[in-house]
């Protein structure tokens, strides 16, 4: 089965430690991206990518960091900069960002730092 | 900047139909787009529609589009339980082509 996985689906961290959720796709797109959602709110991009070894920042990238030394993987990192990392975290992949670009969605991580 | 509002709840007897507005900034929006996700999970691409469209129907669903007015409605007809959702408008603009914008979501829910 074709799709995206995203692990662990609950993470839970203290605060000034760095933790990083995995993001994989047996899709073969070209595109990733990272979203964040926090309640009654919509989806805030974080990080980007079109091509492997490429990423650009979104709206929302301080605190986070990427890496896509794979087509199939786009780990995201989020730092003990990042001031409020308590959120539920989507990645996404499209067949490329031309044409209608559908996203395909993960399940999405929830993480909690206390 | 680009921007996507919603009203952040809907609730319907169920049989009857449901309209989810949205309205966007964007004049230069190319694809609108509607997402479905559901409790702790990602997000579901549902329909979307071109901006040289005014309507557009697949099934229980219906998307208008008023450029004019940048307004984009979900109607979905015969709502049924397994509706009971979040539902997402987003655009994307010509301008950027990688980035969709989202609106905040209306959380649609059902009464017997």
């Known amino acids: 089965d074709g799709g995206i996985t995203q692990s662990p689906k609950y993470l839970f961290r203290k605060e000034g430690q760095n933790v990083t959720l995995s993001c994989e796709q047996n899709?073969?797109?070209?595109?990733m991206y990272w979203y964040r959602q926090d309640p009654g709110q919509g989806l805030r991009l974080i990080y980007y990518?079109?091509?492997?070894?490429?990423?650009q920042k979104g709206d929302i990238a301080e605190g986070y960091s990427v890496s896509r030394e794979k087509k199939e993987s786009f780990p995201l990192t989020v730092t003990s900069a990042q001031k409020n990392p308590t959120a539920f975290y989507l990645c996404?992949?499209?067949?490329?960002?031309?044409?209608?670009?559908?996203?395909?969605f993960g399940p999405g991580t929830r993480l909690t730092v206390t | 900047g680009e921007d996507v509002e919603q009203s952040l709840f809907l609730s319907v007897r169920e049989g009857d139909s449901s309209v989810i507005n949205c309205t966007y900034t964007?004049?230069?929006?190319?694809?609108l787009y509607w997402y479905k996700q559901e409790p702790g999970a990602g997000l579901q691409l549902l329909t979307y529609?071109?901006?040289?469209?005014d309507m557009k129907q697949d099934q229980r669903l219906t998307v208008l589009l008023n450029k004019k007015d940048k307004h984009l409605s979900l109607r979905i007809a015969d709502t049924q339980t397994g509706d009971s959702a979040i539902y997402f408008c987003?655009?994307?603009?010509?301008?950027?082509?990688?980035?969709?914008?989202f609106g905040s979501g209306t959380r649609l829910s059902i009464r017997p």
């Open positions: 987003a655009e994307r603009s010509y301008s950027s082509a990688s980035k969709i914008i």
């Open positions: 964007d004049s230069s929006s190319t694809y």
């Open positions: 990518s079109q091509i492997v070894n490429d990423f």
């Open positions: 529609i071109f901006s040289n469209m």
């Open positions: 899709l073969n797109h070209d595109a």
């Open positions: 996404a992949s499209s067949i490329g960002a031309e044409g209608k670009n559908e996203q395909y």
